[in-house]
């Protein structure tokens, strides 16, 4: 006697996408806004400014903006990767040091890098004045204008770098001395081994952390208007503040997403294709003695992007701060702090929990609709934050129809909200990179020993990716304290955080005075980082 | 019968099938050895068993349950089936006992300090999976898969990484297990020597279906085809009354006179024997003997007619 026990095909065939179904509900929420900017581009009669622009502008903003990130890939390229190779292979004085110094260009938003940057290059100050009444003779090879294209892409290398040097130096370490030994052996030098075998087995990790590098410059407003650089984001701003036209600033928002969405796709099926798997449970990498003629360099190497991405600038606002310090409002500081705090907090908790969401959606089901879903979550990322905030002011307005949602504007849920849809995708990547290390037994194991989904990402998928979803939870957390144009727009009625408060005075040409807050951005961030950093390498077992 | 696999059809393209119509079946406590070349779907065959992947058609019944058809489809959290994967995925946030006991049913609890002393891994249980040798971490996996009893054993190259020194007792030890608990087994695996020591029956797989399952003498000494015979070692080709036979390198002697004289190329030193590489009438050939040979000199073999080995034409020129 045969007894038929089990589930029918159909409830098999939809039992997971059940969970794609909630992704498909929450992600739709999520770029609602964003849609209805676009379905208002589509739909708003009138004139605009799109033919003056395409016929004038736009050749300007996409040459200068693919060469403002073709520079700035290069710079932070350089600046991530040679620390990375030196700091996970070789073991030399100091290397603990720049180990963790190395993330701390992360904690100076990239404008405040470049209003100080510009203050200290400007005619005005410590340089210039220095070499104006010490050394006259060779002052005027120095004295230039550089507010330069090349000079940005410098600094936002620097600000940039540890993005790639992060991945690199995870990946670096984890391939591990294996294949290091086998490389020397078969009579490669240690430039050869770099090039041949360890860049080509990084490179996934490395063009996942470039990505990032290229969505910050295609999002970057503030730097780049002061430096005068035409790029789609300025574009944007300028065609919607300066002609007050809003239908031209998102035909322009699209063609950046379309050119973000291919980046996305390009990413995707780059790494697909280059994928490589570290050992599992493999134990921790044994660190190389650095040949003494070789220190130098490595010093050099490693204490080049601190010096300038961290230091110099760190420097420079602790020196306007004591500057200032009498003018200080100590008790209006704590409570911009505490702003600060409480928003980046509710914004990356709830990130990192719809990150964790869909990435485990997506390893779940294996589907494509599931991949899609992920990629277009992250599209935020590359829309400009103020374009963020105009779409949620289009979609409350427009439903306040239906219900009184017009009050929602100006306070802290849209603010949250918009804020996530921009975010997500920061929080998105340590837990996808985590979630992609673990071998598919890990689930086919935990269902042969019998836990469903849930089960499955309560005793198994959490608990091994708890520290990926903390170091989301704190990069997420470092780069919301930075955070300016969404605040900007969506704050509550006199709700202030440090990042608005330092560009109020910064534009007002009062840097004196915004250093105090733009200081407590960076040690705030500071201090995160070296968590962070305790964190990746204790979870990765990187040596 | 106890597995029973009927017409099994799988396949991720329906127009290249991975496995195409399969039918055998497994007495209650037997072991079944799956052997083919990698790629050829025997991992899969192994997912198909436990669920974790569905089949395109056919039946799969397991002690009068079927698991698997076009109307019904058993989860895998739900079939009594243990699983051996070939990369020992241990969960890196437990230890090695938090591993073995992962989510275990109270009741077999019971056989926890016996896994641990049978894997000899009584001295590790607090270590975590990376403070451990890929030995010790697929002994931990094959306690894992036995302490919880299950209905159906399947182990996808389970004895890879285990060190020479442990895997005969291991290998050992587990036919003890599986024989004392009646566990059905299906091992795959590449060594063809675990194969003929612990099997019942030998399943050869070979582009999507099966060419012989027989139990290992059988197969050995009266193969299916000229892949079957292969698979399971050397096979020499001889001429024999002007018809071609082919006949194992242990069944030729060597003698002073005969018809067949093997050109020595290569003498191989195998501990107590040497493994001779010669020609034979321009053919690859390999004999044993108990004392080496020079290169280039002609040895005589001769054989009993009982020991060789005829294919008809069909099967004789079967994958060559």
Known sequence: ?543 | MYLEVKDLIKYYNPKNQLIRKINFSVNKGEIVSFIGESGCGKTTFLKCLSGLEKINDGQIILNNEVLNDKATYVKPQKRKVSYIFQDYPLFPHLNLIENITFNLDSIYEKNLSYMLSLTNLENLQFRYPHQLSGGEQQRACIARSLIREPDLLLMDEPFSNLDNSIKESIIDEIYKIIRHTKTTTILVTHDIKDALNISDRILVFKAGIIQQYADPIKLYCEPANRYCAKILGDINQITFDQEVRFIRPENLRVVDNSDYSILVEKCYFQGNIYKIKGILDNLPCHFFSKKPYQRNIKVCVDFDEKDLIFFDSLCLSYFE
């Not at chain 1, 806004?33 to 739909?43: G, Q």
Request: charged share 15%; hydrophobic share 50%; proline share 3%.
């Open chain 1, 1 to 543: 006697m045969i007894n038929l026990v089990g589930n029918n095909n159909f409830y098999v065939k939809y039992e997971n996408k059940r969970w794609i179904l909630v992704s498909i509900l929450i992600s739709f929420f999520i770029l609602l806004p964003i849609l209805s900017v676009f379905f208002k581009n589509f739909f708003q009669d009138g004139e605009n400014s799109f033919d003056y622009i395409w016929n004038t502008l736009i050749l300007e903003y996409s040459l200068s903006t693919i060469y403002l990130i073709f520079l700035t890939s290069f710079f932070s390229l350089i600046l991530g990767i040679f620390p990375a190779w030196y700091i996970s292979l070789y073991k030399f004085p100091l290397r603990n040091f720049y180990d963790i110094v190395l993330f701390l260009p992360l904690a100076i938003p990239s404008y405040i890098m470049s209003f100080t940057y510009s203050d200290i290059l400007s005619f005005t100050g410590p340089i210039q004045s220095f070499l104006r009444n010490k050394l006259p003779y060779i002052y005027p090879f120095f004295n230039k204008d550089y507010l330069q294209i090349e000079i940005l892409s410098i600094l936002l290398g620097f600000a940039l770098s540890p993005y790639v040097y992060s991945v690199s130096r995870i990946s670096f370490s984890l391939i591990g001395s294996a294949y290091f030994n086998l490389s020397r052996n078969l009579g490669l030098s240690s430039f050869k081994i770099f090039y041949k075998v360890i860049l080509p087995l990084s490179r996934p990790a490395i063009l996942s952390g470039l990505f990032l590098v290229i969505m910050e410059v295609l999002n970057e407003y503030g730097a780049v208007k002061y430096f005068g650089v035409n790029t789609f984001t300025t574009g944007i701003f300028k065609a919607w503040f300066s002609f007050g036209d809003v239908k031209t600033s998102i035909q322009l928002a699209s063609i950046l997403l379309v050119i973000v969405f291919i980046l996305l796709r390009v990413e995707k099926i780059s790494t697909k294709k280059t994928k490589f798997h570290y050992k599992i449970n493999a134990k921790s990498n044994t660190l190389i003695d650095l040949d003494k003629r070789k220190l130098f360099t490595a010093h050099t190497i490693c204490m080049f992007p601190i010096l300038f991405g961290f230091f110099v600038p760190f420097l420079h606002i602790l020196n306007n701060s004591i500057m200032a310090i009498k003018t200080i409002n100590i008790s209006h500081l704590f409570e911009l702090t505490l702003n600060s705090i409480l928003i980046s907090f509710l914004s990356a908790f709830l990130i990192v929990f719809l990150a964790t969401f869909f990435q485990y959606c997506e390893r779940l089901s294996r589907s494509k609709v599931a991949g899609l879903i992920n990629s277009l979550i992250s599209l935020g990322y590359a829309i400009p934050g103020a374009v963020v905030g105009l779409g949620i002011i289009i979609l409350f307005t427009s439903i306040n129809y239906y219900f009184d949602s017009v009050y929602l504007i100006g306070t802290l849920f849209t603010l949250i909200y918009a804020l996530v849809i921009r975010f997500l995708a920061v929080g998105k990547s340590p837990i996808k990179s985590s979630l992609e290390k673990h071998p598919k037994s890990y689930d086919e194991t935990g269902k042969i020993l019998g836990l469903y989904s849930l089960g499955l990402f309560r005793k198994v998928f959490f608990p091994i990716n708890i520290s990926a979803m903390i170091i989301a939870f704190i990069i997420t957390f470092v780069d919301l304290m930075k955070e300016l144009p969404i605040t900007l727009i969506l704050r509550p009625f006199n709700f202030d955080t440090l990042a608005t408060q330092t560009y109020e005075f910064a534009i007002e040409e009062m840097l004196v005075k915004s250093s105090i807050y733009s200081l407590v951005i960076i040690l705030i961030g500071a201090s995160m980082l070296i968590i962070l950093k305790k964190f990746i390498y204790k979870y990765n077992y990187v040596s």
